[in-house]
């Protein structure tokens, strides 16, 4: 899936950031959605995911700050992070594919475009 991230910065522990994930040629919509992110020395996890039928999933250290969220009429995923932390830290992708199996098959991949990174200083 070709996408675009964007929205990431420097915050403040406590901050919060809107990640958007737009893609062009392919409908988001039909696909499983998920925001991954690589922190440096750590492998890369799934943050969040989205499914088809908009049912929404949560790595234990997102529960009850981010929300992943799509668009459908823009053709975008989106990340809300709340009450960042300095471990939030990382270079955050959006990816996607058929369900959620593919999803974590994809942790492996070595297809990934720039991401964009999130720095959260204490």
């Known amino acids: 899936v070709q996408v675009a991230e964007s929205g990431g910065g420097l915050v403040q522990a406590g901050g919060s950031l809107r990640l958007s994930c737009s893609a062009s040629?392919?409908?988001?919509?039909?696909?499983?959605m998920a925001w991954f992110r690589e922190a440096p020395g750590k492998e890369r996890d799934v943050v969040a995911a989205?499914?088809?039928?908009?049912?929404?999933y949560y790595s234990d250290s997102a529960k009850g700050r981010f929300t992943i969220s799509r668009d459908n009429g823009k053709n975008t995923i989106f990340l809300q992070m709340n009450s960042l932390k300095p471990e939030d830290t990382a270079v955050y992708h959006c990816?996607?594919?058929?369900?959620?199996?593919?999803?974590?098959?994809?942790?492996?991949?070595?297809?990934w475009g720039q991401g964009t990174q999130v720095t959260v200083s204490s």
């Open positions: 989205i499914t088809q039928s908009d049912t929404v």
């Open positions: 990816n996607g594919g058929q369900n959620l199996v593919a999803i974590t098959r994809l942790i492996g991949s070595d297809s």
């Open positions: 040629g392919t409908t988001l919509s039909t696909l499983t």
